[in-house]
Nanobody, 119 residues
Framework: QVTLQESGPGLVKPSETLSLTCTVSGGAINTDPYYWSWIRQAPGKGPEWIGVLGYTGVTYYSPTLTSRSSISRDTSKNQFTLELTSVAPEDSAVYYC???????????WGQGTQVTVAS
């Protein structure tokens, strides 16, 4: 059984950098053939894919967020981290980390963490 747990601040000020960490249990993040994603959902909106980390360390990002997004990993802790720079109130959402299969579908989700951007 794979479990994912997001952690990070619940409140971030505008223009600051949001940093969220996902801790994975039950499967190594550098194991073929899985990918590890960040997805967010704002109130009243559908899920928005932010980016993905491959088991080799390669990363891909949504075109709309690529200039502000960065995903890194710490394989010794089995964690991966999202950094989103220059946040604004519209970045307020529930942020989820997920495992993604080779069919590009999510098969495991974290419980999600609420992030609010406000001064």
């Amino acid at each position: 059984q794979v479990t994912l747990q997001e952690s990070g601040p619940g409140l971030v000020k505008p223009s600051e950098t949001l940093s969220l960490t996902c801790t994975v249990s039950g499967g190594a993040i550098n194991t073929d053939p899985y990918y590890w994603s960040w997805i967010r959902q704002a109130p009243g909106k559908g899920p928005e894919w932010i980016g993905v980390l491959g088991y080799t360390g390669v990363t891909y990002y949504s075109p709309t967020l690529t200039s502000r997004s960065s995903i890194s990993r710490d394989t010794s802790k089995n964690q991966f981290t999202l950094e989103l720079t220059s946040v604004a109130p519209e970045d307020s959402a529930v942020y989820y980390c997920t495992r993604r299969t080779t069919t590009w579908a999510e098969d495991y989700w974290g419980q999600g963490t609420q992030v609010t951007v406000a001064s």
